[in-house]
Nanobody, 115 residues
Framework: QVQLVESGGGLVQPGGSLRLSCAAS????????MGWYRQAPGNQREMVAT???????NYADSVKDRFTISRDNYKKVLYLHLNYLKPEDTAVYYC?????????WGQGIQVTVSS
């Protein structure tokens, strides 16, 4: 059974930082491209950042130079470092594992940026 479990979300002030983690089980982690998506109330789900099996990353323009995606294939954990957070970063953040045949999703974790 595939499980992606996000952690590290919460309430943070504008300009603050968070680190999200996604612990994976039930998949050969190193063989999957991974990603973070988010969905704010009333908005469509959008890509935040992706990372390939060999570590190449891609970011949405809105988070470039503020967020950093990384992975630890030994621990089977995906990370997202969120810096210089803005109120518009408030959303539920989802971890994804992108295989050839299907994409797996975590249950999501809330990030709220507010003073």
């Amino acid at each position: 059974q595939v499980q992606l479990v996000e952690s590290g979300g919460g309430l943070v002030q504008p300009g603050g930082s968070l680190r999200l983690s996604c612990a994976a089980s039930g998949i050969t982690f190193s063989l999957y491209a991974m990603g973070w998506y988010r969905q704010a109330p009333g908005n469509q789900r959008e890509m935040v950042a992706t990372i390939t099996r060999d570590g190449s990353s891609n970011y949405a323009d809105s988070v470039k130079d503020r967020f950093t995606i990384s992975r630890d294939n030994y621990k089977k954990v995906l990370y997202l470092h969120l810096n210089y957070l803005k109120p518009e970063d408030t959303a539920v953040y989802y971890c994804t594992a992108n295989g050839v045949r299907r994409t797996y999703w975590g249950q999501g974790i809330q990030v709220t940026v507010s003073s």
